[in-house]
C-alpha cells in the first residue's frame, strides 16, 4: 500500500511503537491480532496494550446500558498473560489512576516511557467517524501516526475523505491493513455474556488468557447498581436524563407485573392493594351536579411551596391531612410520555407511584405501553375532555409514602403527549 510505504520509507531511521488502547473487557484474540497486524503493516518492532481504568470501563458500560465490568486486576493480568512469551508485545498502565483519560495525553506519556519510538496509534474503520469528536485530535494528528484496521468492504479512503478533518487524518494515516474476518467477530461483549451464563468461552481468548479468567465467577464482578449507572448517564450529556427515565420505566413495568402475579415486590411501605387501585379509578367525561354535595363550612388555607409534590403530599399525610395530588395531565395520551422517558410532571407521578396502573385502563390496548403494564382493559377514555374530562385515583402509592389520592386534570395547551 502506497501509505505504507512511503511512511515506511520516510521514518526507517527510528524504531516504531504501535500502541493498542481500549478497555479490553475482557482482551480477545482479536484484539491480539489487531496489535499484531498492526505492527506488520508499519514494521513496527514492538507493539502496547493500554488498557483503561475502571473509571473509564464503567462509564462506557453505563453508556451502552451494560453493567458487567470485569476489574482492571483481571484486565490486566489477562493482558500480561498474552503478553508472555511475545517478547515483542508489553502492557502500559500510564492510563491507571488517571481520573479523565485523553488518547492524546495518553501518547504522550508512553512517548516519555519510551524515548526513541515513534509512536503509532491503532484504531478501526468504524471509529473515523468519532474521531474529530476526540480531545484535543489536531494536536493527535500532527504529533502521531495512526494505524487503521478495515473489515471486509470498509472504504478506508472514502471513510477520510467525509471526514470534517480529512486532511490531517489525511496526512497522519500511516497505513491500512485487513483483519481476518473470523477473529474480528470475537467481540468482548460476547465474552462476557458467555462468562456471566456460565458457558464455555475459551474459544474466544488466547489459552493463557482465558486460564486468568477461569479464576474469577461473576460474582466477583458486581455489575452497577442502579443509583451507580444512573450517576453517570446523566452525566453523559442532554440525553442521558431520558434514558434513565426510560430505565426507570421499564424497571417499574417488572415490578408492576410482579405485584400482578401476586410476588412480594421489594419497595419501601409496599404497593398496597392492587385491586383497590384498580377498581377505585374513577372516569369523568361531564359537568358534575355539586348541588347534591352537602355544603362544608370550613377555613380554606391557601400555601406555595418551591418543593417536589410528592413530598408535599407525604409531608401533609403525616400531619393528619388526606391530600390529592392534581396530575396536570395529557388529554390525549394516558401517562404522556412516560414510556419514552419525557420528564414533565405526569411523568414523574407516573415514574414515582403507580399511577400508570391506574391510568392505562382506560387508554388504548393496541399500543405496547398498555399491553405490558398487565391491567385489565376498560375501554378508551381518551382523549378526555377537555372542559369536564378527568381520571380519579384512588390509593396510589408513592415511594415510600402511605397511599395518596390523584386527580387527573387535562392541560388545556395539550395538543399532544410533549408538554
Not at 520509507?9 to 473487557?25: I, M, Q, Y
Not at 418551591?306 to 393528619?320: K, M, Q, T, W
Not at 391510568?359 to 377537555?386: H, M, W
Request: aromatic share 8%; charged share 25%.
Amino acid at each position: 500500500m502506497e501509505t505504507e510505504q512511503n511512511y515506511m520509507a520516510e521514518t526507517n531511521d527510528r524504531p516504531k511503537l504501535v500502541v493498542l488502547n481500549g478497555s479490553f473487557n475482557p482482551p480477545t484474540l482479536a484484539h491480539l491480532d489487531l496489535l499484531k497486524k498492526a505492527m506488520a503493516a508499519v514494521g513496527a518492532g514492538r507493539g502496547l496494550f493500554l488498557p483503561a481504568n475502571n473509571e473509564y470501563v464503567r462509564r462506557k458500560m453505563a453508556k451502552a446500558n451494560e453493567s458487567v465490568v470485569i476489574g482492571a486486576e483481571a484486565r490486566i493480568a489477562m493482558l500480561e498473560a498474552m503478553c508472555r512469551g511475545e517478547p515483542s508485545l508489553g502492557l502500559s498502565l500510564v492510563d491507571m489512576g488517571v481520573a479523565r483519560t485523553c488518547t492524546y495525553e495518553s501518547l504522550l506519556r508512553v512517548s516519555e516511557q519510551n524515548p526513541g519510538y515513534d509512536v503509532l496509534l491503532v484504531i478501526g474503520a468504524d471509529k473515523i467517524k468519532i474521531v474529530p469528536k476526540w480531545l484535543r485530535v489536531n494536536e493527535l494528528l500532527r504529533d502521531f501516526k495512526v494505524v487503521i484496521a478495515r473489515r471486509g468492504d470498509d472504504a478506508v479512503e472514502d471513510l477520510i475523505a467525509k471526514s470534517p478533518i480529512a486532511d490531517a487524518l489525511s496526512a497522519a494515516t500511516a497505513a491500512t491493513f485487513e483483519m481476518d474476518g473470523d477473529v474480528a467477530d470475537m467481540s468482548s461483549s460476547e465474552v462476557r455474556r458467555l462468562f456471566v451464563a456460565g458457558e464455555n468461552y475459551a474459544a474466544l481468548l488466547q489459552p493463557a488468557a482465558a486460564a486468568v479468567l477461569a479464576r474469577y465467577t461473576p460474582g466477583d464482578f458486581p455489575p452497577l447498581d442502579f443509583d451507580s449507572w444512573a450517576r453517570i448517564v446523566l452525566s453523559t450529556g442532554r440525553f442521558g436524563e431520558n434514558k434513565v427515565n426510560k430505565r426507570v420505566y421499564e424497571m417499574n413495568r417488572d415490578l408492576f407485573l410482579a405485584w400482578a402475579r401476586g410476588e412480594d415486590v421489594d419497595v419501601p411501605g409496599g404497593l398496597g392493594d392492587r385491586q383497590h387501585l384498580l377498581e377505585g379509578t374513577r372516569v369523568y367525561s361531564t359537568a358534575l351536579d355539586a348541588s347534591v354535595v352537602p355544603a362544608r363550612v370550613t377555613d380554606t388555607r391557601f400555601g406555595v411551596a418551591n418543593e417536589d409534590c410528592v413530598e408535599v403530599a407525604r409531608e401533609l399525610l403525616g400531619n393528619g391531612f388526606n391530600p390529592a395530588i392534581l396530575n396536570l395531565a395529557s388529554r390525549r395520551r394516558a401517562c404522556g410520555g412516560y414510556d419514552s422517558g419525557l420528564n414533565a410532571q405526569e411523568e414523574y407521578l407516573c415514574r414515582s407511584s403507580t399511577l400508570s396502573q391506574s391510568l392505562y385502563q382506560y387508554f388504548q390496548p393496541t399500543l405496547k405501553c398498555v399491553r405490558e403494564s398487565g391491567v385489565p382493559q376498560k375501554g378508551n377514555a381518551y382523549p378526555l375532555d377537555i372542559s369536564f374530562g378527568g381520571i380519579y385515583s384512588s390509593a396510589v402509592p408513592c415511594g415510600s409514602s402511605v397511599p395518596a389520592r390523584t386527580a387527573c386534570s387535562p392541560t388545556a395547551n395539550d395538543p399532544s403527549t410533549a408538554r
